[in-house]
């Protein structure tokens, strides 16, 4: 089966997603959320509204648009611009449950969540998202994203068996649906991996790359892999990822080395150097401190857990 560079990104980075609240409302009605501490996704299962972002005119929401925050900006909702707002936190924590109702609840059914990423290798998904993303309910992905918003508001009135462990996966689809959604926009991306993985005539030089990291690749293997000349591909290649396919390989190849760094706290350096496709425990030091600014055994006693107290 062939590897699936997306998947590997998303692993890397721990993305998990939770469904944390939602709310109904009916007739005249806002509310103002706080800048979020994580990435934020929230969508429109029944009805619609207007969604103002701090600084940024109103954008309408319509039945089954989902928008994804990942700037630092406090937002409100509302059924109309202008309708004086509540406060969020003050509503939901006097509510003291996770749906809460503002009139009779009858116009607007609306979920919400956070997307939580590692500390450190989430970086690596953080950094290239745009601020702010607006998938509408008639997108291409619309089908889909209707049916998971549609069972997603089953689960969370349900009292069925396993429906918190279904929410969750049910919402990690939905934040892969989004980034999709956003990748078939690629064109109008600016140059980085998330651009790369949505370009089909670089994706099979990626791919190999993911699937065999410690292979020593030349450019010609990779460019043949994608049917261009060396130079068409270099070009093409640095032009939507924003570095050179090498320059990729080996910031993928950090990346890995970190984590096991992190994770593998009993691994010799000496393996993970050659996983990732050195064959010397010394070329491969000089190569994470170039990337890291530390060795590889200051970056792991800095990532170690505190001792357990005796």
Not at 31 to 46: E, L, S
Not at 226 to 246: D, E, I, K, N, Y
Request: proline share 8%; net charge neutral; glycine share 8%.
């Amino acid at each position: 089966m062939s590897v699936d560079p997306f998947s590997d990104i998303l692993r890397l980075a721990r993305a998990e997603t939770l469904v944390t609240g939602g709310f109904t409302a009916g007739g005249p009605w806002a509310i103002r959320f706080p800048v979020p501490k994580t990435i934020k996704f929230f969508a429109v299962v029944k009805g619609d509204c207007w969604v103002t972002l701090d600084g940024e005119p109103p954008i309408r929401f319509e039945t089954g648009d989902v928008g994804l925050l990942s700037a630092p900006r406090a937002f409100v909702l509302g059924s109309e611009p202008g309708v004086p707002p509540v406060d969020g936190m003050a509503l939901f924590s006097s509510a003291g449950k996770a749906t809460v109702q503002l009139g009779d609840g009858s116009d607007f059914t609306h979920i919400g969540g956070h997307v939580l990423l590692d500390p450190t290798s989430g970086r690596l998904l953080a950094d290239v998202l745009p601020p702010w993303i607006h998938v509408r309910a008639a997108s291409p992905q619309a089908v889909t994203f209707r049916w998971l918003l549609d069972r997603l508001a089953e689960e969370r009135t349900s009292d069925l068996p396993g429906t918190e462990l279904a929410s969750a996966q049910l919402a990690q689809l939905l934040f892969i649906q989004i980034l999709r959604a956003h990748l078939a926009g690629a064109d109008v991306m600016g140059a980085s991996w998330l651009r790369a993985l949505g370009d089909p005539r670089i994706a099979p030089a990626i791919r190999l790359m993911h699937d065999d990291p410690a292979r020593a690749w030349h450019l010609e293997d990779l460019a043949a892999a994608c049917a261009m000349s060396r130079t068409t591909f270099a070009g093409r290649f640095r032009t939507v990822a924003g570095v050179a396919p090498l320059a990729y390989l080996t910031q993928w190849r950090m990346r890995l080395a970190e984590q096991a760094l992190r994770d593998e706290t009993g691994r010799p350096v000496a393996s993970i150097a050659r996983s990732v496709g050195y064959t010397s425990e010394s070329a491969f030091s000089h190569a994470f401190k170039r990337w890291n600014r530390r060795s590889p055994k200051s970056y792991r006693d800095g990532h170690m857990p505190p001792p357990a107290l005796t």
